[in-house]
């Protein structure tokens, strides 16, 4: 079957092909129109509806997987929950399997959702890049009160999780996105960085479903210039409600933030 295959490479020319490849790859990421930390569903769906409107987009994230938290559906039962209207939709539009379970929600595979998702975000044109942990920003300070977050310093989650001193990396970009879920990872990083902003992240708040949901949604968007929260991340920074196994918000704040940023960046 790959007699062929033998005659034309060895090992080291597909290593060749593999570096050459990889290294035109990854230089196309150095400069970018967005950067989103975090895979999970607002994340992808920030990817997707960005992608949709002409941005250029990289997702990193920490993990091999996308997907996030929703991946383990509720106490690792494979099932997560999404209200019918625009959550559903974006989710049929994926081509996602929904179930009905009662008046106005739906269920859905939390692997497939998360899996096909991440698929239309990268037929849109957005890069994913797994594996990498964003630990540093790239700031720019405007006066002594004021900064606009201009890209992301990047390393591989290995190196971070073994403490290794190694050099990292930047990235550049017009707008950042923290969809790190409860880690609330960027907007902590800014905070640590820029004491002066006074940025606090208290946590999210106790269990309440359809608040969590509304919250999370409403209070989407800019933290500082060229820096957006969505997903989880905005319950955490701001102590909203949490809302257990539901994916609907997570949804809707991707696609609120997205369409927030890409009216941002039209305008500079």
């Known amino acids: ?6 005659s034309l490479y060895s090992e080291g020319d597909l290593a060749k092909m593999f570096l050459e490849s990889v290294s035109h790859k990854l230089s196309s990421y150095a400069k970018t129109d967005v950067i989103i930390a975090g895979a999970g569903p607002a994340g992808l769906s920030a990817a997707w509806r960005l992608s949709e409107r002409g941005c ?21 039962l494979p099932l997560v929950i999404v209200e019918e209207g625009e959550a559903s939709e974006i989710l049929k539009k994926a081509g996602v399997k929904l179930e009905k379970l009662g008046k106005g929600v739906c269920s859905a595979d939390p692997t497939e959702a998360m899996v ?3 698929a239309k975000a990268v037929e849109a044109g957005a890069s994913i890049w797994p594996g990498v942990v964003v630990e540093d920003l790239v700031v720019r300070k405007t006066d002594s009160k004021t900064v606009k977050v201009r890209g992301v310093v990047i390393s591989f ?5 073994a403490k290794w001193h190694v050099d990292p990396l930047f990235l550049e970009s017009r707008a950042v996105v923290d969809a790190t879920g ?32 509304e919250e999370v949604i409403e209070h989407t968007g800019k933290i500082v210039e060229g820096l957006y929260v969505a997903g989880m991340s905005v319950s955490e920074f701001y102590n909203l409600h949490r809302m257990g196994p539901l994916v609907g918000g997570m949804l809707i704040s991707g696609r609120k933030v997205a369409d ?3 009216e941002d960046l039209s305008k500079s």
């Open 1 to 6: 079957m790959f007699g062929k295959l033998t």
């Open 56 to 76: 250029k987009v990289l997702v990193l994230e920490r993990m091999l997987g996308v997907g996030g938290g929703i991946r383990g559906g509720a106490m690792l």
């Open 116 to 118: 096909k998702t991440a």
């Open 157 to 161: 989650s290995p190196i971070m999780e």
């Open 182 to 213: 409860h880690d609330t990872a960027v907007v902590k990083i800014l905070a640590k960085r820029c004491p002066f902003l006074e940025l606090q992240v208290p946590g999210m708040s106790c269990l309440d479903v359809w608040k969590g949901e």
């Open 260 to 262: 927030l940023i890409a």
